[in-house]
């Protein structure tokens, strides 16, 4: 059996069988053992073996889409020795120049792991105070349903370079102005971020996607509208259709009131699903 064979039995059989897999890999002298070195060191945690192979391949490859994933993924946790988490966020940002989509892969996956191992998906974020987020959750039957409730606040680790926020519109009043101020919030927070703001002309004279537009004057060259929908269901299919036309954003925000959170994600999350796209909602 060749030497390709080999590390991957080796590998397959797993049990103390880590560094003889690597160095089976590592012998066949190629750039793709290299590769396969680092994918199965990575299942040992051999970091040490895993920062050495990816800094050759860097020497002779310097835009090696593997080599430099793993070393901004893995760097951005302290990890290898001799990368810091800023020198991981510098090479990332090289690697939009270089590999645009790898990056935008490690994009999202450094910001889904941030969300993953320290924030419960459970619980609405919020761009406003916890009080204030919290309102609409304080009825008796609500608390019954969802005993173990609470807000909180958009963690800093979670900046995605790729993102929209998906903005439900709302007649006039209390809960609009809220949806916009916490809109505004985010704009400020995410430079790049793309608005959409949804909502048809239901109990208003001009469509609801429309007021949130000319509420956001300083952030209207972000902001894509949806004039149409006329129902929940109805944003989602015109979120669906935008996402379509824009595949390069891998992070979905929703902003709403928090009693109508779970009625939207449900129907995006159902719409995207029907339309053969990854969920993507945060």
Not at 159 to 168: D, G, I, M, S, T
Not at 254 to 274: C, D, E, Y
Request: net charge negative; glycine share 6%; hydrophobic share 45%.
């Amino acid at each position: 059996m060749d030497t390709f064979g080999n590390a991957s039995l080796l590998w397959n059989e797993r049990v103390n069988r880590g560094i003889p897999a690597i160095a089976s890999a590592l012998a066949t002298g190629t750039i793709e053992g290299k590769h396969m070195a680092i994918d199965i060191a990575l299942g040992f945690d051999h970091w040490d073996i895993i920062i050495d192979t990816v800094e050759e391949i860097l020497a002779e490859y310097p835009s090696d889409p593997h080599a430099l994933a793993v070393k901004v993924m893995y760097g951005s946790e302290d990890a290898l020795h001799g990368v810091s988490r800023e020198d991981a966020l510098a090479i990332l940002d090289g690697m939009f120049e270089d590999v645009p989509h790898t990056a935008r892969f490690v994009d999202e996956s450094i910001a889904d792991m941030k969300m993953t191992w320290g924030h419960e998906f459970l619980h609405p974020l919020t761009s406003i105070s916890l009080e204030e987020c919290a309102v609409g959750m304080n009825s008796t039957t609500l608390l019954e349903l969802f005993p173990n409730f609470m807000c909180e606040d958009i963690p800093e680790v979670y900046n995605p370079r790729e993102l929209a926020v998906v903005v439900f519109g709302a007649a006039e009043g209390y809960a609009l102005d809220a949806r916009i101020e916490a809109t505004r919030a985010l704009a400020e927070r995410y430079p790049q971020m793309t608005i959409i703001a949804t909502g048809g002309a239901l109990a208003t004279e001009k469509t609801e996607g429309d007021l949130i537009y000319d509420a956001l004057p300083e952030y209207q060259d972000r902001i894509v509208v949806d004039p149409k929908a006329r129902d929940t269901i109805g944003n989602a299919l015109f979120v669906a259709d935008w996402l379509k036309k824009n595949v390069h954003v891998g992070n979905l925000l929703i902003l709403t009131s928090t009693w109508h959170v779970v009625r939207a994600s449900v129907a995006l999350r159902g719409v995207l699903k029907r339309e053969g796209m990854v969920s993507i909602i945060k």
